[in-house]
């Protein structure tokens, strides 16, 4: 079982760096633009990767998140919608 904590039976704990944070949202859309900012600060802080998605241009991303947005995706899992918590964003990425 490579990767996984003998004590935790769990994954262990990935690099901050290596992580991958992905914010699905729209124009004009204020809690996207309060996620952007909180997404954008802990990323920068810890070194991971932040990419944003928009539903408007993509319609499988509509359908799955018109009702969520804002929505973030850690390594593709997502991790929150509608409003993001800083410190548990942090914490999600191992920082």
């Known amino acids: 079982m490579a990767g996984v904590s003998p004590l935790f039976g769990r994954s262990a704990a990935k690099n901050p760096a290596d992580r991958v944070v992905t914010l699905i949202g729209k124009p004009d859309c204020h ?3 309060d996620a952007r900012a909180i997404v954008t600060k802990v990323a920068s802080e810890v070194g991971a ?47």
């Open 31 to 33: 809690l996207c633009d």
């Open 49 to 95: 990767t932040v990419e944003e998605r928009d539903i408007t241009r993509d319609e499988e991303l509509f359908r799955t998140y018109w009702e969520q947005i804002p929505v973030v995706l850690i390594d593709g899992e997502q991790h929150d919608f509608w409003r993001v918590d800083e410190r548990r964003l942090r914490k999600a990425l191992g920082a």
